[in-house]
């Protein structure tokens, strides 16, 4: 059923059919249309589909051949053939939802941790609340983003194993989730504080500017990145009327800039390997000319992070939230040495484009989260 312009386009990229049948503005080549077509014109002929709508056309078939069949099509319709290359949808779909970038939205309890109050179960569930509605927005925008970037994924060595890219979840798949991942955001932020709902939607407005404009700005888009992760934190304080420490603010701002210059020279490392992927992110701002100054600029502001930290320490809030405060200083030489690493991984080419996936799969991270929890611990 596909237009005439869609379908010889195809046909003579690949250059292996003799004629193309295909719709036109006045003729629908749909279910028993597209049937009636192929037996006018074949007689005999034999016939690969997908949907439940092809069933008309494999009734009239001589073999019946089902690629990818929907689950329609697959229990109505016997095969004499059947093609199945993708991956199981309970493998793709979580990968189109990108389940393990929600780890980013758990920002959203780094308010009550640092005041104090994971302890109070109404308040730890405002915020485990606020951690879904921010999950499924996130993953509403990367369908979005995986939309936009089709063509450019498709012929990336890496994205073009993205669900939409090869092809495991079809388009329209993911246009219909797309709206149900918002309503049940909103849903959820119903039963939160309407800061919290305003903030999501900023958080909305913005991940959508991000995606359809402000990537293709030099240095915008790492200034948004940041913004949009110090946005986690102040909805976790929304969410549970908890107020944010500017400690915490300043630090988090710093620290997560330092990420967002991470993954951008990641990307400026493949750009100076791969024409290819040169070619299918032309639309980013950036050179590999600009690598050196990121990377400069980026351990520059870890250590400012860094200095936060000293200047949180030496506060007066430390004495009042904490009984033996000197064992938080342990913490620094931790965050020095995660920093380090992270720079150093950069350095030698070996990191993903994508920090916080790193670290959540990265053991020594995992060593370094639980000595500072035990830190926290022994000070409280």
Same mark, same amino acid.
């Given at each position: 059923?596909?237009?005439?312009?869609?379908?010889?386009?195809?046909?003579?990229?690949?250059?292996?059919?003799?004629?193309?049948?295909?719709?036109?503005?006045?003729?629908?080549?749909?279910?028993?249309?597209?049937?009636?077509?192929?037996?006018?014109?074949? =007689?005999?002929?034999?016939?690969?589909?997908?949907?439940?709508?092809?069933?008309?056309?494999?009734?009239?078939?001589?073999?019946?051949?089902?690629?990818?069949?929907?689950?329609?099509?697959?229990?109505?319709?016997?095969?004499?053939?059947?093609?199945?290359?993708?991956?199981?949808?309970?493998?793709?779909?979580?990968?189109?939802?990108?389940?393990?970038?929600?780890?980013?939205?758990?920002?959203?309890? /780094?308010?009550?941790?640092?005041?104090?109050?994971?302890?109070?179960?109404?308040?730890?569930?405002?915020?485990?609340?606020?951690?879904?509605?921010?999950?499924?927005?996130?993953?509403?925008?990367?369908?979005?983003?995986?939309?936009?970037?089709?063509?450019?994924?498709?012929?990336?060595?890496?994205?073009?194993?993205?669900?939409?890219?090869?092809?495991?979840?079809?388009?329209?798949?993911?246009?219909?989730?797309?709206?149900?991942?918002?309503?049940?955001?909103?849903?959820?932020?119903?039963?939160?504080?309407? =800061?919290? /709902?305003?903030?999501?939607?900023?958080?909305?407005?913005?991940?959508?500017?991000?995606?359809?404009?402000?990537?293709?700005?030099?240095?915008?888009?790492?200034?948004?990145?940041?913004?949009?992760?110090?946005?986690?934190?102040?909805?976790?304080?929304?969410?549970?009327?908890?107020?944010?420490?500017?400690?915490?603010?300043?630090?988090?701002?710093?620290?997560?800039?330092?990420?967002?210059?991470?993954?951008?020279?990641?990307?400026?490392?493949?750009?100076?390997?791969?024409?290819?992927?040169?070619?299918?992110?032309?639309?980013?701002?950036?050179?590999?000319?600009?690598?050196?100054?990121?990377?400069?600029?980026?351990?520059?502001?870890?250590?400012?992070?860094?200095?936060?930290?000293?200047?949180?320490?030496?506060?007066?809030?430390?004495?009042?939230?904490?009984?033996?405060?000197?064992?938080?200083?342990?913490?620094?030489?931790?965050?020095?040495?995660?920093?380090?690493?992270?720079?150093?991984?950069?350095?030698?080419?070996?990191?993903?484009?994508?920090?916080?996936?790193?670290?959540?799969?990265?053991?020594?991270?995992?060593?370094?989260?639980?000595?500072?929890?035990?830190?926290?611990?022994?000070?409280?």
């Amino acid at each position: 059923a596909a237009n005439y312009r869609t379908a010889e386009a195809v046909a003579t990229h690949i250059g292996l059919f003799d004629d193309v049948l295909s719709s036109t503005a006045k003729h629908n080549l749909f279910s028993a249309s597209k049937r009636d077509a192929l037996v006018q014109r074949f =007689t005999t002929f034999d016939y690969a589909g997908d949907s439940i709508s092809d069933l008309p056309v494999w009734q009239a078939a001589r073999q019946k051949i089902l690629v990818n069949p929907s689950h329609q099509a697959r229990k109505v319709q016997p095969a004499d053939l059947l093609i199945e290359d993708r991956r199981p949808l309970h493998q793709a779909l979580p990968r189109m939802l990108r389940l393990h970038h929600w780890v980013k939205n758990l920002l959203v309890f /780094s308010p009550l941790l640092l005041a104090h109050r994971l302890n109070e179960d109404s308040v730890l569930s405002q915020t485990i609340l606020a951690f879904f509605a921010f999950s499924l927005v996130a993953s509403a925008i990367y369908i979005i983003n995986d939309l936009l970037d089709l063509s450019a994924d498709q012929t990336h060595p890496r994205k073009q194993n993205r669900p939409f890219a090869a092809g495991d979840i079809q388009l329209i798949q993911g246009i219909r989730l797309f709206p149900m991942l918002l309503l049940g955001a909103l849903l959820i932020s119903s039963f939160l504080p309407p =800061t919290f /709902s305003a903030i999501l939607l900023l958080y909305l407005l913005l991940t959508t500017l991000y995606s359809l404009w402000i990537r293709r700005l030099f240095v915008w888009d790492v200034l948004m990145l940041t913004g949009l992760y110090t946005l986690r934190i102040i909805a976790g304080g929304a969410a549970t009327h908890t107020p944010i420490s500017i400690w915490l603010l300043a630090f988090s701002i710093l620290f997560f800039l330092t990420l967002a210059l991470v993954k951008r020279c990641t990307e400026l490392q493949e750009l100076s390997l791969s024409d290819t992927i040169n070619t299918s992110c032309r639309e980013r701002p950036y050179q590999p000319k600009h690598y050196s100054a990121f990377f400069q600029t980026g351990i520059t502001i870890a250590l400012g992070s860094s200095f936060i930290l000293i200047g949180y320490l030496l506060s007066d809030k430390v004495l009042k939230l904490y009984q033996q405060p000197l064992y938080l200083w342990g913490i620094l030489p931790l965050i020095l040495y995660w920093f380090w690493r992270i720079w150093n991984r950069v350095k030698k080419g070996i990191l993903h484009d994508d920090p916080i996936v790193f670290a959540v799969s990265d053991l020594q991270t995992y060593c370094i989260g639980l000595i500072v929890c035990l830190l926290v611990h022994l000070a409280s």
